[in-house]
């Protein structure tokens, strides 16, 4: 006897668009995908609506603000309530990880709802040095370089570091990869300079010239150049500028780099002029709307492979608006509204194929990191982690009706239309008629293979 059918909905498969089958499911697998499937304790009906993978949410931060215990419990449910079923989550620190990830990996099962992979940022020699450990003892097969750090948070690391790392990453082979965050440092660290003495209670538009579109272009070409010397694959996080994904596009066309674009949700669906103000301080800045036409462009020639958030949750009391442009926190919580925000503004105002758009947030992130096919896709033995899409849903964003323990969204008030009506997580119903379904501790850490 099945555990779970889901019946009525357009099946998305990829490259072959939307089918009317229906979805079997048994102990966490998908185990049929036909029609006229019976027997079963218990039947969803998708009428009307997409049945997609769950959303890959490959780029959250969790720990940065607040406790990594109480962040992974209530941010990993704003994640469900959106679409997402599993993420990846970018951890750092100046010590060896070597006795830190195990508590992580503890926490994680007791707390999460979603399941969570996990890329270590590589800042020491130390920690270079036990990469493989880092692989063998946890099946970590990520691993992150800053070329511009987090002032008071992360120091950046030099291109020979890099190199040195890059080559660590290649010997591992294939199913390792290499994210960069790709902004040059000095030239942040002038425009900074300028921007801080000029406009010291500036805006947001202000905000945005303390990291210029050129220091994200430059720094993309270098780790590319870097990357194809090394032979690794590649990972450019969080592109934000229409400059670095128009460069990117043409070193993808002309150069040997193997090397992927993500952008955010963010930087593809606002901008420098929100209303939302100084609470949209982030790194890289948000741009302009320009820069989301041109990241627009490269979700749909291919540019940009995976779509992410960069969320960094946190409180208004911690994100410290009233303290003006420089004493504000960079981040902010987005998970919930991640994927909607793309069909809102993609789909229904942009008119982007919704294939495109499902396509980089499932399939892609889970082949780019390793997690295809348990995940990202709906195909027997896969995880049953899928979404029942109805792209009409609307909702008025209001933060209090968010999950996520941050009491502000860059959404607020705003009416967005594409929502998940029910997400089964793992072939249980975790989300259904807005109201969680699960326990924090029923997603898992997912250890990688190389
Ligand atoms: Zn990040």
């Known amino acids: 006897m099945l555990d779970l059918i889901i019946k009525n909905g357009k099946v998305f498969i990829p490259e072959k668009g939307f089918l009317d089958l229906e979805v079997g499911i048994k102990d966490g697998k998908i185990v049929a995908l036909e029609n006229n499937l019976s027997d079963s304790k218990e039947v969803l009906d998708a009428a009307g609506n997409i049945v997609m993978p769950g959303v890959i949410d490959p780029h959250i931060h969790l720990g940065i ?12 449910r704003a994640a469900l309530a959106g679409g997402v079923t599993t993420c990846g989550v970018f951890m750092g620190g100046d010590q060896s990880y070597l006795g830190q990830v195990g508590e992580l990996i503890d926490v994680i099962e007791a707390k999460s709802s979603v399941d969570l992979f996990m890329h270590l940022a590589i800042f020491t020699e130390e920690q270079m040095s036990e990469m493989k450990s880092y692989y063998e003892k946890f099946g970590i097969t990520s691993f992150k370089f800053y070329m511009a750090g987090v ?22 082979g294939d199913k390792a990869i290499a994210c960069v965050h790709c902004e040059d440092q000095s030239l942040i660290d002038v425009a900074f300079d300028k ?9 947001l538009v202000d905000w945005a010239k303390t990291g210029p579109d050129m220091a994200e272009e430059e720094a993309i070409i270098r780790a590319c150049y870097l990357a194809e010397k090394a032979g690794n694959r590649l990972y450019i996080v969080h592109i934000s500028t229409k400059d670095g994904a128009d460069r990117l596009t043409k070193i993808k066309a002309n150069e040997g780099a193997r090397v992927f674009g993500e952008t955010t949700s963010a930087y593809l669906t606002v901008n420098k002029h929100g209303e939302f103000g100084l609470k949209g301080k982030m790194l890289p800045p ?21 779509l992410g958030t960069d969320n960094v949750s946190m409180t208004l009391e911690v994100k410290q608006e009233e303290n ?26 942009r008119g982007i194929d919704i294939e495109t758009i499902i396509t980089k947030a499932t399939i892609n992130p889970a082949k780019i990191f390793g997690l295809y096919p348990q ?67 029923s997603g898992s850490f997912l250890k990688r293979e190389l």
């Open 65 to 76: 603000f607040n406790d990594f215990a109480h962040e992974c419990e209530h941010e990993t």
């Open 151 to 172: 002032k008071g948070v992360f120091p950046n690391v030099s291109d020979g570091f890099i190199y040195e790392g890059f080559k660590k990453v290649a010997e591992f």
């Open 195 to 203: 921007v801080s003495a000029q406009t010291p209670e500036g805006t």
């Open 286 to 306: 948000l741009r302009d709307k320009s820069d989301n036409d041109g990241l627009w462009d490269a979700v749909k020639n291919d540019t940009i492979d995976s």
């Open 324 to 349: 003006g442009m420089l004493g504000a926190m960079p981040g902010y919580p987005i998970l919930q509204t991640h994927f909607p925000a793309m069909i809102n503004e993609g789909y229904h105002n």
């Open 375 to 441: 995940k990202g896709v709906i195909a027997v033995g896969s995880d049953a982690d899928i979404v029942i899409l109805d792209l009409d849903n609307s909702k008025t964003v209001e933060s209090k009706n968010l999950f996520s323990y941050g009491d502000f969204s860059l959404f607020e008030g705003q009416t967005i239309k594409g929502w998940p009506t029910t997400v089964v997580k793992s072939g249980k119903i975790a989300f259904s008629n807005d109201e969680i379904m699960v326990e924090p501790g």
